[in-house]
Each structure stands twice: as structure tokens, then as C-alpha cells.
């Protein structure tokens, strides 16, 4: 396996249901991004994480709840998700934060909360 | 909040055309840019990462800042129908994107 990795590709939940989104990358790679696309609106950054640190939360509700317990894998637990958080979900790694590296992005989560 | 706004388009060019994107921002304090295209269905792929005002060029792709005025622009010369995707424009930090330009190269 190459690159970033996302599962699953596609995902289907209840509002009350509980599911766990998956990132790995096989880069080498020290930082990690959880980013949500929306039709017709730009990407949104979410979660950074440096080092396993968690570097930036950008005021997410807490029914999004990430984990990186390596450099390597990325998780995003969702739990209570409304409708509105239908949506692309993209996982993305650098060398590092900052530094002016691109992303590498992975091919995504394609959400649907019924 | 720092805004990087895109013209959404949809951009039709002939095969073999310049096809422009440009992009503004309304942080002066942004110190470079970055250009992703993104194919329908698929992730984004960095394209071009420009950091000095003036031209960058990469085969058949030139990047353009201007920090006075606030815009980068990015110039596809040649234009082939492979190049048929949406191009999206970050600030540095990545922070924020544009919505992007759909951009459809007709044959």
C-alpha cells in the first residue's frame, strides 16, 4: 500500500448510531489532517495533528471525536451526527505542519447520516 | 476569518487554449499559495506551490502572485481535455481553500 489510505470509502449511519473513520498513510509522513467537503463550499479543515499531537481543532462539535495514536493512522470516531454532516471526509499528511509542504490527500469518505 | 475566493465557473476553454484561474485573498499577511486540482469522484493533488511575488513555472502550468494586490492566478497553457477538472487555490497554511473552478477543456 501507497499513499494515504481511507476506509471505508463509503458509509451509510443513523443519527444514533456510533462509526469510525479510518486513515492510514504509508509516507513517512509526521502530520495529519481530517478536512470535510460539501457540495459547493470550500474544504474545511478540522483536525491537525503534528508529532501525534493535536495541533488544531477548528471548532468542531464534539460529536466528531479524532485519534492518532501513531504518526501513521488517523481516526475519526463520529457518534449522534445530524444530517448536515453529510459530506466528503478527506484525510491528508505532510512531512510535518507548516514548512509550505503540499498534502497528500487520501481518495475520501463519502458520508451519509439518514 | 481569512477568505481565499475563487470564481466558480464553470471555465470552457478549446483544447489547446491558455486556460486562466485566478484566485483572491483577503489576508495580506499570506505569505504563499497553493494550487490543487481535483478530478470529479476523486481526492485533491497538488498542482503548484507558489511563495515569491511573480511567475512559477512547471511544465505546462505557471503560477502568478501579485501580494499587492492580493491575487494568484494560475495559467494552464495548452490546454488538453485530461486537464477537465475543478482547481482549487489554499493559502499557505492550508487553512483555508477556495470553493474552486470547474474548468472543462472541449476538444
Known amino acids: 500500500e501507497t499513499g494515504v489510505t481511507q476506509t471505508p470509502r463509503h458509509l451509510v449511519m443513523g443519527m444514533t448510531n456510533k462509526k469510525s473513520l479510518k486513515c492510514e498513510q504509508h509516507?513517512?509522513?509526521?502530520?495529519m489532517y481530517w478536512y470535510k467537503q460539501s457540495a459547493k463550499k470550500p474544504l474545511e479543515l478540522m483536525f491537525v495533528?503534528?508529532?501525534?499531537?493535536?495541533?488544531e481543532n477548528n471548532s468542531v462539535p464534539s460529536r466528531f471525536s479524532p485519534e492518532c495514536p501513531n504518526s501513521s493512522h488517523l481516526f475519526l470516531h463520529l457518534h449522534t451526527l445530524q444530517p448536515e454532516d453529510s459530506a466528503l471526509y478527506l484525510c491528508?499528511?505532510?512531512?510535518?505542519?507548516?514548512?509550505?509542504?503540499?498534502?497528500?490527500f487520501g481518495s475520501g469518505t463519502r458520508l451519509t447520516v439518514v | 476569518q481569512k477568505e481565499v475566493e475563487q470564481n466558480s465557473g464553470p471555465l470552457s476553454v478549446p483544447e489547446g487554449a491558455i486556460a486562466s484561474l485566478n484566485c483572491t485573498y483577503s489576508?495580506?499577511?499570506?505569505?504563499?499559495f497553493f494550487w490543487y486540482r481535483q478530478y470529479s469522484g476523486k481526492s485533491p493533488e497538488l498542482i503548484m506551490f507558489?511563495?515569491?511575488?511573480g511567475d512559477k513555472e512547471d511544465g505546462r502550468f505557471t503560477a502568478q502572485l501579485n501580494k499587492a494586490s492580493q491575487y494568484v492566478s494560475l495559467l494552464i497553457r495548452d490546454s488538453q481535455p485530461s486537464d477537465s477538472a475543478t482547481y482549487l487555490c489554499?493559502?499557505?497554511?492550508?487553512?483555508?481553500f477556495g470553493t474552486g473552478t470547474s474548468l472543462t477543456v472541449i476538444p
Open positions: 491528508a499528511s505532510s512531512p510535518r505542519q507548516g514548512g509550505n509542504y503540499g498534502y497528500t
Open positions: 509516507l513517512g509522513h509526521n502530520a
Open positions: 495533528y503534528n508529532f501525534k499531537e493535536q495541533t
Open positions: 489576508d495580506r499577511g499570506s505569505q504563499s
Open positions: 507558489i511563495y515569491s511575488n
Open positions: 489554499a493559502e499557505g497554511n492550508q487553512f483555508y
